[in-house]
């Protein structure tokens, strides 16, 4: 995996305070030639009442479509839950023409037991025989949860299922969750995904389904490392680390740990953080951070990796760093990051019935990302899009507007902002 670290600005003035923002830029290994790990994958459907009509037939649609393309070393359980939950389909144990006449048969029932549903497919995943499977010893492993509501059934506490799917993502199980129509928990399906460093979809039309089914499949097939954490650690002249990107985050000795999940091949991942370096005496290069990364990788060897990348800075004096020019494209991504948290503190103001501070928090973000994008020569597209993205969502910060779908959207969006995959 390849990883450089990129500084906003490396020549910092001596006898001064600053705070330093650096980019992390991951970019994960090519496919191996033999093919993919063997993929194991647990479908979890909620047939609650409310997901009767289009919504329940576009899901068998999708799930006939994991079906009929899983290889012959891959394997797929199939769990459906509404009150009571009911395992349809153990791993391996159902031939493809069967499991697809069992996809069929599921109809609408009852309540919501999201917790039910998802611990039932971490026990088929955990209890299935994860040993060697010819030259690819360890499969990859995945939940897929569909729900349209809240959990009204089982554990319904937010914190609770999130911790559910951070202690079996130890084991390399990763959960993805989709959320369909304007009635689920969007705080609670996007905080399970970044638990794990997983994928969270929004479905607003049913229609889009089948697309996201087909880009999930896609990275199942595309994974080439499991795992992948990022360690910060910094010397005696940084005071504090802070994390820009939201990520979830544990302390570890003198830093922070961050849990990126899984990387699919040469996919681009980004991690910002933010160094406060109260005063440095002297002139001359200075060592302020250790970042260490470290993966699994998967394919045709399953080996544990890690590398290690030194920061440093130039202390200069005031003259020398007040004519050193800023790295733009760590500006760039700085500027994105923050209008992804302004989206937040709009969702939480309009949620207080504060529409007016929400929409100027939007349109002030958007404001300095059009701005941005005008002098950019590297970014200029994705910044006008995301300023766009604000500007749209701020018509709706009204009490007639707002509501469940524009909330989804800022939520989503700012996830998205937030995982910064490429």
């Known amino acids: 995996m390849k990883a450089t670290v990129r500084m906003e600005h490396s020549l910092l003035a001596v006898e001064m305070e600053h705070t330093v923002h650096a980019m992390l830029d991951l970019v994960a290994p090519e496919a191996p030639p033999s093919g993919h790990p063997p993929i194991r994958v647990a479908l979890v459907i909620d047939r609650s009442g409310s997901m009767a009509g289009r919504k329940l037939e576009v899901v068998k649609e999708c799930a006939g479509y994991l079906i009929r393309r899983m290889g012959p070393a891959d394997r797929l359980s199939l769990i459906t839950y509404d009150d009571e939950v009911e395992l349809l389909a153990a791993p391996g144990g159902m031939e493809r023409e069967d499991m697809l006449d069992v996809v069929e048969g599921i109809l609408p029932g009852g309540g919501t037991n999201l917790s039910g549903g998802w611990l039932k497919a971490a026990e088929t995943l955990l209890t299935?025989?994860?040993?060697?499977?010819?030259?690819?010893?360890?499969?990859?492993?995945?939940?897929?949860?569909?729900?349209?509501?809240?959990?009204?059934?089982?554990?319904?506490?937010?914190?609770?299922?999130?911790?559910?799917?951070?202690?079996?993502?130890?084991?390399?199980?990763?959960?993805?969750?989709?959320?369909?129509?304007?009635?689920?928990?969007?705080?609670?399906?996007?905080?399970?995904?970044?638990?794990?460093?997983?994928?969270?979809?929004?479905?607003?039309?049913?229609?889009?389904?089948?697309?996201?089914?087909?880009?999930?499949?896609?990275?199942?097939?595309?994974?080439?490392?499991?795992?992948?954490?990022?360690?910060?650690?910094?010397?005696?002249?940084?005071?504090?680390?802070?994390?820009?990107?939201?990520?979830?985050?544990?302390?570890?000795?003198?830093?922070?740990?961050?849990?990126?999940?899984?990387?699919?091949?040469?996919?681009?991942?980004?991690?910002?953080?933010?160094?406060?370096?109260?005063?440095?005496?002297?002139?001359?290069?200075?060592?302020?951070?250790?970042?260490?990364?470290?993966?699994?990788?998967?394919?045709?060897?399953?080996?544990?990796?890690?590398?290690?990348?030194?920061?440093?800075?130039?202390?200069?004096?005031?003259?020398?760093?007040?004519?050193?020019?800023?790295?733009?494209?760590?500006?760039?991504?700085?500027?994105?990051l923050r209008a992804g948290a302004m989206a937040d503190e709009a969702t939480r103001r309009a949620d207080d019935g504060d529409f007016e501070g929400a929409r100027s928090l939007l349109t002030g973000a958007a404001e300095e990302l059009r701005a941005r994008a005008a002098g950019s020569s590297s970014d200029r597209a994705e910044l006008a899009e995301e300023a766009s993205t604000l500007e749209a969502s701020s018509v709706h910060m009204t009490p007639g507007a707002y509501g469940s779908r524009t909330r989804k959207l800022l939520q989503y969006r700012s996830q998205g902002a937030r995982r910064r995959r490429r």
């Open 128 to 336: 299935e025989d994860g040993g060697s499977s010819g030259e690819h010893p360890r499969p990859v492993r995945r939940i897929i949860l569909l729900t349209d509501g809240r959990a009204n059934v089982g554990i319904m506490e937010s914190e609770t299922l999130q911790e559910m799917v951070r202690s079996v993502a130890a084991d390399g199980i990763g959960t993805t969750t989709i959320g369909f129509g304007d009635d689920f928990d969007e705080d609670l399906l996007t905080g399970m995904a970044d638990g794990c460093g997983g994928h969270a979809y929004y479905v607003d039309d049913p229609d889009q389904a089948p697309a996201i089914f087909a880009e999930e499949l896609e990275g199942l097939v595309s994974l080439v490392a499991q795992n992948v954490s990022v360690e910060i650690h910094g010397s005696e002249a940084v005071a504090t680390i802070g994390v820009v990107n939201g990520f979830p985050q544990v302390a570890v000795g003198d830093g922070v740990q961050i849990q990126l999940g899984d990387a699919l091949a040469q996919e681009r991942r980004r991690v910002m953080f933010e160094l406060t370096i109260p005063r440095l005496q002297q002139l001359g290069v200075v060592s302020v951070a250790d970042v260490v990364v470290r993966w699994t990788q998967v394919g045709d060897e399953i080996a544990v990796h890690s590398r290690r990348i030194p920061i440093v800075v130039n202390a200069v004096t005031a003259a020398e760093a007040g004519a050193g020019a800023a790295d733009p494209e760590v500006t760039e991504e700085v500027l994105i």
